[in-house]
């Protein structure tokens, strides 16, 4: 069983930088999508990027594309998100998910297409 854990959330100023990680376990020869996901209270889930773990080429949704970018560290198993340029409105909890795959194709950013979620950290960006 897969299991994900997100850590690297806090409290920044506006344009300010965090870095957060998802460190998985439990991962087989299966190909998998991984994707970031934040929540505010009162809105719906949003996808903000994601990334195949063979290398695929990301995806991010258009407000924070060129301010944030994922990456990848294979040998821990761990993907992460640079958050640039921090904006109140980036304010929300943040999750990280994994895809199950027959075969590495691009990611998406729709919720429901993944499987496995971890509990969130949350990100809180104010003066």
């Known amino acids: 069983q897969l299991q994900l854990v997100e850590s690297g959330g806090g409290l920044v100023q506006p344009g300010g930088s965090l870095r957060l990680s998802c460190a998985g376990s439990?991962?087989?020869?299966?190909?998998?999508?991984i994707s970031w996901f934040r929540q505010a209270p009162g809105k719906e889930r949003e996808g903000i990027s994601c990334v195949n773990d063979r290398g695929g080429a990301p995806n991010y949704a258009d407000s924070v594309k060129g301010r944030f970018t994922i990456s990848r560290d294979s040998a821990k198993n761990t993907v992460y998100l640079q958050m640039n340029s921090l904006k109140p409105e980036d304010t929300a909890v943040y999750y990280c998910?994994?895809?199950?795959?027959?075969?590495?194709?691009?990611?998406?950013?729709?919720?429901?297409?993944?499987?496995?979620w971890g509990q969130g950290t949350q990100v809180t960006v104010s003066s």
């Open positions: 439990g991962f087989t020869s299966d190909f998998y999508a």
């Open positions: 998910a994994a895809q199950k795959l027959k075969w590495p194709v691009p990611c998406g950013l729709g919720p429901l297409v993944y499987q496995y």
